[in-house]
């Protein structure tokens, strides 16, 4: 195994890679939570001059059971947190560092903000993903959603007919598209543009899939982001009452799969959380150029992104 690992308190190992300065030479030091099929490879594009100008580390690692970290059989929203926690700790990045949430890697965010707001220098949730359970949400916004009942159904087959769904998604007696990849019904015209040019989700092929500890893994995952939270995020306290610290939501306009009608809302109903949207943007707007470096320049030195579509001309391979 060529991963860095360390092993955590429980026994499990958690695999991780570093990237722009040396930690010992940091002014800002960043941990980026990846999403659903992804790994600590996931691309999140900073120029290298950037990041020595600024003295930018970064720290990107595989969550339980991707990759090449260890599975944890006991997942749960504070455990995502406290992996995160105990990550930084050994590693010594400091006591405050700032986490970066991409798509369903925002559970783990959101679960930093409840449970180790103390750590936090500041977030970002980058297309974040929304539990339709959440009672908070308005029925006017999320009653007639198509998301919503496709992810309560998803969830019901993965809790009570796990086989059956591994069985259908590895089948080769029937011929089967992607029910993701360059799907127009989850991604803009952007979205699929990237699609063509990167590896896209590498856990979720055919080939992967008939991995039994792939599919467990990405259903635990599933479970937990989507199941029964021990508290609603639409009405969590100011993590940083003091604004030592800042908050933010990046959204894509155009996102099929996350509404940005209720990320708006979200926003709105916590004023603490700057609110961020690139307007011909879908859900991988992490790959578009420049995406990245004005989430950064919005998260640590507080500029203003600026909703020009001349942000998302060029694609990052």
Not at 37 to 62: A, C, R, T
Not at 130 to 144: A, G, H, Q, T, V
Request: some cysteine; glycine content about 6%; proline content about 7%.
């Amino acid at each position: 195994m060529s991963s860095l690992r360390i092993k955590l308190r429980d026994g499990r190992y958690l695999a991780y890679k570093e990237r722009g300065v040396p930690k010992n030479q940091s002014k800002c030091n960043i941990i980026v939570v990846h999403g659903f099929g992804s790994s600590k490879e996931m691309n999140f594009h900073v120029p290298q001059e950037f990041m020595e100008d600024w003295g930018i580390y970064f720290l990107q690692f595989d969550r339980a059971g991707y990759g090449d970290s260890d599975p944890n059989p006991k997942r749960t929203l504070k455990s995502e947190a406290l992996d995160i926690q105990e990550l930084a700790d050994q590693l010594e990045i400091g006591p405050k560092f700032y986490v970066i949430g991409v798509s369903m890697g925002s559970y783990p965010t959101w679960s930093c903000l409840k449970y180790i707001p103390h750590r936090l220098a500041g977030a970002a949730l980058v297309v974040p993903v929304i539990n339709y359970r959440w009672p908070s949400l308005p029925d006017s916004l999320i009653k007639k959603d198509y998301r919503r009942r496709l992810i309560k159904w998803s969830y019901w087959i993965l809790k009570y007919a796990p086989g059956l769904l591994h069985w259908w998604v590895t089948q080769k007696l029937f011929p089967l598209t992607s029910g993701i990849e360059k799907n127009p019904v989850f991604f803009n015209n952007r979205d699929i543009e990237v699609l063509e040019k990167t590896k896209g989700f590498p856990m979720l092929t055919r080939e992967k899939l008939q991995q039994q500890d792939v599919f467990d893994t990405l259903r635990d995952d599933f479970m937990v982001c989507f199941g029964d939270w021990e508290f609603d995020p639409v009405v969590l306290d100011d993590p940083f009452p003091g604004h030592e610290s800042c908050v933010q939501i990046w959204q894509g306009y155009e996102d099929k799969v996350v509404p940005c009608q209720l990320q708006r809302y979200i926003s709105k109903k916590l004023p603490w959380i700057q609110y961020h949207e690139v307007p011909d943007g879908g859900h991988l707007i992490v790959h578009y150029s420049g995406i990245c470096e004005a989430i950064l320049r919005a998260l640590l030195f507080g500029e203003k992104y600026q909703s020009h579509k001349s942000a998302t001309d060029a694609i990052i391979p």
